[in-house]
């Protein structure tokens, strides 16, 4: 039987090795923690592990194992914001008035029209609150036909070093072709980190000005990336939540939205769900009455839905495509 030490040793050993073989994973592991004292020194520790590690080529097997099973970037740190569209230019100067100008009869161009056998490609994406009412589109089926939902936990527009939303929408277009993508983001953005600000820039904490301009600099171009290829946006607002935190921080991403909405008019819909979930009162409701009868809509957590808040968020967004789109049974 081995002496003590030696097992300790040997264990220490395995540990090294493993950590010089795991350098990358390790590596982003500490960048997408949050911000503080456990992160720079994650940071601190990671770097030259990894500069060890790739100069003797260890990390290699690695890297061509997550290869070989199609998870080639799973060690990539991309905390790039993509837009290709321009920033604006800034606010147009005022126009003068000289006066009332005639009224120019105009008749509105009749709205597209979306059946079975043509049916409104949808795209569904967002953190772990999109999935459940991309379920429920997916239910709607006939003119409906959701042709992805995406659903990745603890992501959003303020982490991209997590997972790059940026760059998968910019993909999504030409891979599947939606005329609608229907957005779920700010769940895990409702904090005060924030990866990927531009360099010289900072952002302080949630709900200041520097954070929201940045958000809505994100948020803004995903929508006006997506107009811009012909695909109309529908913003899903975060809704009433048992959580208190989140009773404060939700609001601040929601009032973003709806601002991004209203700058995209003709292009985007914001869908209230914090009003649509709330009772009469407006509070938090763990269950609302539906066709007479009282359904559960949250989930444990008094924020994940239910099937049944799935399905009343996805009859809410199919309303409110209604203005824009003629979609027939």
């Known amino acids: 039987m ?10 220490f ?43 003797l080529h260890l990390t290699t097997p690695r890297h061509e194992l997550l290869v070989a099973i199609g ?13 290709t569209l321009p920033p604006p230019a800034g606010p147009l100067p005022r126009k003068i008035s000289t006066g009332p100008k005639p009224r120019k009869h105009t008749t ?38 959701v ?24 993909e999504v277009p030409q891979q599947l072709h939606p005329n609608v993508a229907v957005l779920s983001f700010g769940a895990d953005d409702a904090h005060n980190y924030m990866s990927g600000v531009p360099a010289g820039k900072t952002v302080g904490s949630l709900g200041s000005p520097s954070w929201d301009a940045e958000y809505e600099r994100r948020a803004n171009g995903v929508t006006a990336e997506l107009n811009a290829k012909g695909i109309y946006v529908v913003w899903l607002g975060l809704p009433n939540t048992d959580h208190h935190g989140f009773r404060q921080s939700f609001p601040v991403v929601n009032k973003i939205l709806e601002d991004v909405v209203a700058k995209h008019k003709t292009m985007s819909t914001f869908v209230d769900t914090w009003k649509l979930l709330s009772d009469k009162h407006g509070h938090y409701a763990s269950y609302l009455r539906v ?15 239910t099937a049944a808040a799935g399905d009343l968020i996805a009859q809410q967004v199919v309303k409110q495509l209604g203005a824009v789109y003629r979609i027939e049974p």
Not at 2 to 11: D, E, H, K, N, T
Not at 71 to 83: A, L, N, P, S, Y
Not at 291 to 305: A, C, I, K, P, V
Request: net charge positive; hydrophobic share 45%; aromatic share 8%.
């Open 13 to 55: 050993i395995a540990l090294v090795l493993a950590a010089v073989l795991e350098a990358d994973g390790l590596r982003k592991q500490a960048t997408t923690q949050p911000a503080g004292f456990g992160r720079n020194v994650a940071m601190a520790v990671t770097k030259p592990l990894v500069s060890f590690s790739r100069a």
């Open 291 to 305: 066709n007479g009868q009282l359904e559960l809509m949250r989930l444990s957590d008094g924020t994940h839905y």
């Open 108 to 145: 509105k161009p009749p709205k597209p029209v979306f059946t079975t056998a043509h049916p409104l490609r949808v795209w569904v994406a967002g953190d772990s609150l999109a999935d459940v009412p991309g379920q429920a589109m997916q239910r709607l089926g006939g003119a409906i036909d």
């Open 147 to 170: 042709v992805g939902v995406e659903s990745r936990l603890s992501t959003g527009l303020g982490r991209p070093d997590l997972y790059n939303w940026f760059v998968r929408i910019a």
């Open 71 to 83: 998870r080639g970037d799973e060690d990539k740190i991309d905390t790039q914001v993509h837009f």
């Open 2 to 11: 081995l002496p003590a030490y030696r097992g300790i040793f040997v264990l």
